[in-house]
Structures are given as structure tokens and as C-alpha cells.
């Protein structure tokens, strides 16, 4: 089972991103994928996640700007940020399979993708 997460760079604040979590080794269509993030000094925390039906739960704080999706054929799940503020900046993580909003929940991690937003 690999996750990839790629689509991280600098943008500034009010700027948006897609990140992207390409899924192999397990039927991705029939699982949920949770996005995570760890800010500099912080613990990781989720952001929310998306199901196997395509509901999505994005944490409190973030919706509104942050949106999941989901592309079965092409085992891919999308993370879409929009307003950015710095203190959205951190390492942002794909886990799976599932839709648990705890780190506990997962075996399967993606490498992180670095998102720094300036102000």
C-alpha cells in the first residue's frame, strides 16, 4: 500500500492550492482518505476526510476554504485550499484507508507535502 502526496509550494496568504494523494496497493474506491496536517512544533491534527460514497468531513476551522475530493479513476483524492492563511502552513499528510479523524486510525501515510504560506 503506497499513498503519495504531492502539490505543496509556497503561496501567499489569500492565494489557494490543490493538493493531491495518489493511492495504491488497495481499492481505493471502496475506502475513505483522510488528509492530515503538522505545523512547525505542533501535533499533527486531521483535516478532514472523504468517504467511499464521496461525503466529506472537513473539520470545523476549515470549512468554508478547505474542500475534498475524489477521482476513483485515477486513485487519486484532492485536498483544495483556498484563502490560505499562515497559519495554515505545515506538512500536509494523506492516510488511509479510512475516514477516522485520529492518527491512531491509520497504517498507511503518505510522505507529507511541505505548504508555506507567506504573508
Known amino acids: 500500500v503506497q499513498l503519495q502526496a504531492s502539490g505543496g509550494g509556497l503561496v501567499q496568504a489569500g492565494g489557494s492550492l490543490r493538493l493531491s494523494c495518489l493511492v495504491s496497493?488497495?481499492?481505493?474506491?471502496?475506502?475513505?482518505i483522510t488528509w492530515f496536517r503538522q505545523a512547525p512544533g505542533k501535533e499533527r491534527e486531521a483535516v478532514g476526510c472523504?468517504?467511499?460514497?464521496?461525503?466529506?468531513n472537513v473539520v470545523g476551522s476549515l470549512k468554508g476554504r478547505f474542500t475534498i475530493s475524489r477521482d476513483n479513476a485515477k486513485n487519486t483524492v484532492y485536498l483544495r485550499m483556498n484563502s490560505l492563511k499562515p497559519e495554515d502552513t505545515a506538512v500536509y499528510y494523506c492516510?488511509?484507508?479510512?475516514?477516522?479523524?485520529?492518527?491512531?486510525?491509520?497504517?498507511?501515510w503518505g510522505q507529507g507535502t511541505l505548504v508555506t504560506v507567506s504573508s
Open positions: 496497493g488497495f481499492t481505493m474506491e471502496n475506502y475513505g
Open positions: 492516510a488511509g484507508p479510512g475516514c477516522g479523524l485520529s492518527r491512531q486510525d491509520y497504517d498507511y
Open positions: 472523504i468517504r467511499s460514497s464521496g461525503a466529506t
